[in-house]
């Protein structure tokens, strides 16, 4: 089957002459008879049938030094474990999206994207539809060993290729088959070399009508999205789709403690909500605290510590997430980590030097556990587990740092008319008086609009000395402690020594209605 590449980016490289046959030498023909005219060939094709025929010599001799068995193990998916979750919402959403060419199955680590593979793969098996795999490596990025492991993958579906012309001949045989077949390709986000993306797109744009491509990935993939995605042959499975449900966590634990002699975690629902919660549905967290569920007695005070400081959930994140970013990308995470929020504005208060939007944009596309937030701008956070064990690693690594990046955020928020996290951010740097002047500031409209509870726990933070003789906050305080904690308190701080003497009228009026309120309440 002949087909034009326009892509010329997905050949790998125009070899040197010298890596091409040269002709022996030929005696000189005889004089032969003119032949008949014959159509124009076509060039573009010859040419690339060139480069492709001489790549494929250089993956004969390259294919040699494959490890054969090493090879095998790559195509097939990874044994089935006991403990294994259907994933019905997700397979069915597969199902019906029909005859995309592409399915884009992409998440941060531990998120399920091989096992969801594997169940999408089982009942097409199953069904007689055929399929291959193919789990991916750095070493991948080299064309020749590419192809040799792609081949392999592929024999049950077209068998071997014709010799020579070896890329061409995979896409032509791929795009021939008439019969209906999935190709899997795992840990795909290892790929990066132009030349084997390339390929992959090649395949993609001849794949036949009841073919398609299944990629599981952490990270956006250079394989022209946006033009598939318009053509309604893109179906994408996020984090989204992945994330355990509150009935999957729970199913997950009954399967985990199946045969177990102490008592499943289901049976505690708070302690299945809570664990839920603090994990949102991040599946290999929660295989971590089960883990750890079974060597402890006490599993409320467990639950209740369970964070992004656990040490096994901290061992993960560093040898599995962090390790493997650049430099500049692990600063900014480390950094920004004290934000609740991100966005590219209030990024570059806290890394001025640094261009905050394109690094912000490489933790997106590499799914660094980045959740948008809906709003006028950009806008994300961090899953809280990932958060927690960032934060942790720059006070251990930067612990000067935190005092300056946290008066750049509280600087940025006040600058917008933002008081409450302004005030957060200086109380976390330990900014007291910058927090005491803004609550001067605002203390009463949030009195005004209920935030009793706020209020109380800022004035918890804040050290005795910074508020002294601040008559009007120490009022403040006293409402935010009456209508949170009750009167006893409350009226404790009333008759603190020398407040009563206070002759700011604004004070007394708060004092007048407080009295009679608190002493009510007292019965």
Sequence with gaps: MGLLRQNTDAMPYFPPKADLPQPHPQPHPQPQPLPHPQPPPDLHRVATAGVATARAKAA??????????????????????????????????????????????????GFGKTTAMVQVRTPLAAQGIDTAWLTLERTDNDVPRFLACLRQALAPIIGDPPAGDAPLALVDALAAQPSPFTLFLDDFELITEPAVLGLVREIIDHLPRRGQLVLGSRSLPDLGLGRLRAAGQLLEIDVEH??????????????????ADQRPLGADRSHLDDLHRKTEGWIAALWLASVSLERREGRSEFISRFSGSNQAIADYLAEDVLAHQPPPVRDFLLRTSILRHL????????????????????????????????????????????????????????PSEM??????????????????????????????????????QHG????????????????????????????????????????SRGPWEAMALLEQPGFSATEDPKVLAHVLALRPMILAMMG
């Design 343 to 398: 966005n590219e504005s209030l990024c570059s208060a806290l890394l001025p030097d640094s261009d905050s939007g394109a690094i912000l944009r490489q933790p997106e596309a590499s799914n660094l556990f980045l959740t948008p937030i809906e709003g006028e701008e950009r806008t994300y956070r961090y899953h809280s587990l990932f958060a927690g064990f960032l934060r942790t690693q720059l006070t251990q690594e930067m």
């Design 242 to 259: 992945l994330r355990f449900s509150r009935s999957e966590t729970e199913a997950f634990f009954a399967l985990r403690h199946a045969g």
């Design 60 to 109: 004969a001799v390259n294919t040699s030094t494959v490890d054969t068995a090493r090879v095998a193990s790559k195509l097939s998916p990874p044994s089935v474990t006991a403990v294994q979750v259907p994933r019905a919402a997700v397979c069915q959403r597969i199902a019906q999206a029909g005859a995309v060419k592409l399915v884009l199955v992409r998440a941060p680590a």
């Design 403 to 440: 005092v300056r990046l946290h008066r750049a955020a509280s600087l940025w928020y006040e600058k917008r008319g933002r008081p409450v996290p302004a005030i957060d951010h200086a109380l976390e740097g330990g900014n007291y008086e910058h927090a005491v002047g803004m609550l001067s």
């Design 444 to 483: 009463e409209s949030l009195l005004e609009g209920g935030r009793m509870r706020l209020l109380a726990r800022w004035f918890a933070a804040i050290p005795e000395p910074y508020t002294r003789g601040a008559a009007l906050l120490h009022v403040i305080h006293i409402w935010a402690i009456c209508l």
